[in-house]
């Protein structure tokens, strides 16, 4: 979405807010497309003192396998962020700041990518997920299998074979 502020960087105390639903279902992150449904997007705009200020509330589900056992996984998220917004960025990168040229602003784009900065390196079922038996590859959070795991060691196979 293009945002138009100019009548809040016109007028000190101004404010706009924007309400909508940021579709990424398209988008692919981690080798997936974690967004199933829409990202909600509250935004905020106000002039303080001639600085215009930028506030986005996303709110969406984050889902993805389990990097353990492998369980596809929704996780939902509330993320807040603020920005500075300004005309111009004169030479800097700052991720603070927002450009916005003749007022203008590409909140998608600045939602989304506040979102990946957002997203967790590592994504479990649970806290303790006990992930797959390395023999027969079961979901141990359903039960054990009774497989024995001492022997499935690659390390005591190779002593073994040293020793006989
Ligand atoms: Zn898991
Ligand atoms: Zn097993």
Redesign the pocket.
């Known amino acids: 979405m293009l945002w138009d502020l100019k009548k809040v960087f016109l007028k000190e105390d101004e404010v706009r807010n924007a309400e909508y639903d940021l579709d990424l279902h398209e988008l692919s992150f981690n080798g997936g497309t974690p967004f199933k449904t829409p990202v909600k997007v509250s935004a905020t705009a106000v002039n303080r003192a001639g600085v215009v200020d930028l506030a986005v509330t996303a709110k969406f589900d984050y889902t993805a396998p389990c990097d353990r056992c492998g369980e596809e996984t929704i996780t939902p998220f509330v993320s807040s962020f603020n920005h500075t917004v300004v005309q111009s960025l004169v030479g800097e990168n700052e991720s603070d700041y927002i450009e916005a040229p003749d007022f203008v602003i590409e909140l998608d784009a600045a939602v989304t990518a506040d979102i990946l900065l957002e997203l967790p390196a590592k994504h479990l079922c649970k806290e303790d997920c006990k992930g797959l038996?390395p023999?027969?590859g079961?979901n141990l959070n359903t039960g054990e299998?009774?497989?024995d795991l001492r022997e499935t060691d690659p390390r005591l196979e190779v002593l073994k074979s040293l020793l006989d």
């Open positions: 038996c023999k027969c079961k299998c009774g497989c």
